[in-house]
């Protein structure tokens, strides 16, 4: 039997014909049997895909000759927890709505925080009083995170500008912070941002909650369950994984996310196994009948 997996990735460097590394990396993917997300820009590359392991390892090596500081994570998956292949050009790498704040250079992001490895992060935790800042939409919390981290109440990334422009965190300016997101690539952008506005020390977790789990699975400091963007939803790290999400309808503990039953609003709700067998026309909060 095949082994499958899914790997995600990303990388800042300047791109001089996006299109071009659109058209190449669509003709890769579905050479090598591969579905997922791939994002390309002026500002590099940022893809998560899935299929049989040979193929995937094909694909990395091939996007490895042009990108050269890709940092890849590997999760189980395939293929299949991907609707299908969609390969774009955007703007942004990621969307803050601030493409013209970003620089990326032949090294990556200009000016962003400090890159710190796991270790690192604990000897940091060890010497001063970090306050954690999550990168990620408010929702992807609800399930996990690290411990007392602050979580902005933002909806999606390019709400993230604003908010720090709101003043809510300016007592925070001078005080050691630890930007974190799933894989590394929003905190590399949110961390830029920081700096722009005067906090004074800030870092970044290199290679995300990903690479920190794992290395130390759940006996660390990260909490809970992995919000991610296909059909697993998402993932625990071991079997000591605490279950924070608490279901919409009944307060019951759960990581699972269901789209509200409303047509009109779709949005992801966490409900619990039990609730959804039994209410599969679950509405959100908002919406509730």
């Not at 193929?55 to 994570?73: G, L, M, Q």
């Not at 039994?278 to 009948?289: D, K, Q, S, V, Y």
Request: hydrophobic share 35%; glycine share 8%; with cysteine.
């Amino acid at each position: 039997m095949a082994i499958h997996r899914i790997v995600l990735f990303y990388a800042f460097q300047p791109v001089a014909d996006p299109d071009a590394v659109r058209l190449w990396q669509r003709a890769l993917c579905e050479q090598h049997g591969l579905r997922g997300r791939i994002l390309i820009s002026a500002q590099g590359i940022n893809a998560t895909v899935g299929g049989e392991l040979d193929a995937v390892k094909r694909y990395v090596k091939a996007t490895r000759e042009y990108f050269r500081f890709i940092d890849v994570k590997w999760s189980d998956g395939s293929a299949q927890d991907f609707p299908r292949l969609s390969v774009k050009v955007r703007k942004e790498l990621v969307s803050f709505g601030a493409p013209d704040e970003l620089r990326v250079d032949a090294d990556g992001v200009v000016g962003g925080g400090q890159r710190l490895s796991p270790e690192e992060l604990h000897r940091l935790v060890e010497e001063k009083d970090v306050v954690f800042f999550d990168g990620r939409n408010s929702f992807e919390a609800q399930i996990g995170r690290f411990k007392d981290a602050v979580v902005p109440q933002v909806g999606a990334t390019r709400d993230f500008v604003a908010e720090l422009d709101s003043g809510k965190y300016d007592d925070l300016k001078d005080k050691p912070i630890v930007t974190y997101c799933t894989g590394g690539i929003r905190c590399e952008v949110l961390s830029s941002l920081m700096v722009n506005r005067g906090f004074s020390e800030v870092y970044q977790l290199d290679g995300g909650i990903v690479r920190y789990g794992e290395q130390y699975r759940d006996s660390g400091l990260w909490e809970g369950s992995l919000y991610v963007f296909d059909s697993r939803m998402h993932l625990e790290f071991s079997e000591d994984a605490k279950t924070l999400g608490a279901c919409a309808r009944c307060s019951g503990p759960t990581s699972q996310f269901r789209n509200c039953a409303d047509p009109e609003c779709r949005a992801l709700t966490l409900f619990c196994e039990d609730c959804h067998a039994r209410f599969p026309e679950l509405r959100c909060t908002g919406h509730a009948a």
